[in-house]
């Protein structure tokens, strides 16, 4: 995306369509979401893929959980689904707690920023906003 582009919800489905041939060939059984940007991703593939998806809210620094409708994964490949990482540390972590839930394999994808297996905006870095997002910090502040 070039400067002056709008980051939309449109532009974003665009990139989806774009991946979604590299995440279906991976052939995932289930989607994680991980907190608010996590699960709209996850919410998208899920309807495409039409694959359940389970939820975890997870902090960056220090990374740990704090919430979680994970469950058994065991013999699972997971697509765990993220806004972006703050740092590799969190993307490790994120992916040494869903093995330690029996997950076979995780394949981990991020909506902005290059910390994931794939990523919708690998050009954009993970504190850049969408238009929606923005809209919503206007509303928070």
């Known amino acids: 995306m070039g400067k002056g582009q709008k980051r939309t919800f449109e532009a974003l ?16 059984d289930c989607i994680v979401g991980v907190n608010a ?15 359940e998806v389970r939820a975890l809210g997870l ?3 220090p990374p740990e959980v704090l919430w979680e409708s ?13 806004r972006s990482f703050a740092s590799e540390k969190e993307r490790e972590f994120l992916e040494r ?6 997950a076979l394999s995780v394949l981990t994808m ?20 969408f238009s929606w997002e923005e809209e919503c910090d206007l509303i928070n502040s």
């Open 110 to 129: 991020v909506m902005v920023g290059k910390g994931g297996d794939y990523s919708c905006f690998p050009e954009l870095d993970g504190d850049e906003l």
């Open 13 to 28: 489905l665009e990139r989806v369509r774009l991946l979604l041939p590299l995440v279906r060939g991976w052939n995932p």
């Open 37 to 51: 940007g996590g699960m709209l991703l996850a919410s998208v593939l899920s309807g495409i893929l039409e694959k």
């Open 59 to 61: 902090s960056t620094e």
């Open 70 to 82: 994970v469950g058994d994964l065991s013999g699972k490949r997971v697509v765990a689904v993220v």
């Open 97 to 102: 707690f869903l093995k330690g839930r029996g």
